[in-house]
Antibody, heavy 120, light 107 residues
Framework: QVQLVESGGGVVQPGRSLTLSCVAS????????MQWVRQPPGKGLEWVSL????????NYADSVKGRFTISRDNSKNTLYLQMNNLRVEDTAVYYC?????????????WGQGALVTVSS | EIVLTQSPATLSLSPGERATLSCRAS??????LAWYQQRPGQAPRLLIY???TRATGIPARFSGSGSGTDFTLTISSLEPEDFAIYYC?????????FGGGTKVEIK
């Protein structure tokens, strides 16, 4: 069965860095685009970043552009999110998400989430 | 960016009742709209994609309809496990955006 397992969350001071990892299993990771979606405590969902199946294209929400970098290692079935210059408003649960393959559009599998807390 | 407005914010119903949730887009998203269910302490789960197609394993009591700017998620008869928060999500225009959510609570 499809599984996405995030790790790397924790408490970090403003201005510091953190890297999240997401290990995928149960499907052909290299065939799927992947995304990160976050959810601040008690709030709704916010799209953060996407990467194409082969890593050839990436995109970011304006709120994280220039600070976050998405990457993937298809040989390790792993997705990453490097987060630099973290801000208090980046505090959220970060979900690793699988994108459906076109022509269908939706996020069909979600990880359990990794909590990132940015606080001094 | 496309804004998705969900209504009502909270829906108070009893098990067995019908739930009708609305999602309105600030401009046309064609049919590129999905619905997710989030239970407390859990990750969201895909219910409906492409506006009206049920995802794998989703019960038939869940249905989606609409196109353009107005979409509806209907739960025909609420089961105890359906009391949760529901989000709509558009993939038509970059960036992807989500609605603010509708909480379906037990009356």
């Amino acid at each position: 069965q499809v599984q996405l397992v995030e790790s790397g969350g924790g408490v970090v001071q403003p201005g510091r860095s953190l890297t999240l990892s997401c290990v995928a299993s149960g499907f052909s990771f290299s065939r799927y685009g992947m995304q990160w979606v976050r959810q601040p405590p008690g709030k709704g969902l916010e799209w953060v970043s996407l990467i194409w199946f082969d890593g050839s294209d990436r995109n970011y929400a304006d709120s994280v552009k220039g600070r976050f970098t998405i990457s993937r290692d298809n040989s390790k079935n792993t997705l990453y999110l490097q987060m630099n210059n973290l801000r208090v408003e980046d505090t959220a649960v970060y979900y690793c998400v699988r994108d459906m393959i076109a022509p269908n559009y939706g996020f069909d599998y979600w990880g359990q989430g990794a909590l990132v807390t940015v606080s001094s | 960016e496309i804004v998705l407005t969900q209504s009502p914010a909270t829906l108070s119903l009893s098990p067995g009742e019908r739930a009708t949730l609305s999602c309105r887009a600030s401009q046309s998203v064609r049919g590129l709209l999905a619905w997710y269910q989030q239970r407390p302490g859990q990750a969201p789960r895909l219910l409906i994609y492409d506006a009206s197609t049920r995802a794998t394993g989703i019960p038939a009591r869940f249905s989606g309809s609409g196109s353009g700017t107005d979409f509806t998620l209907t739960i025909s008869s609420l089961e105890p496990e359906d009391f949760a928060i529901y989000y709509c999500h558009q993939r038509s225009n970059w960036p992807d955006t989500f609605g603010g959510g509708t909480k379906v609570e037990i009356k």
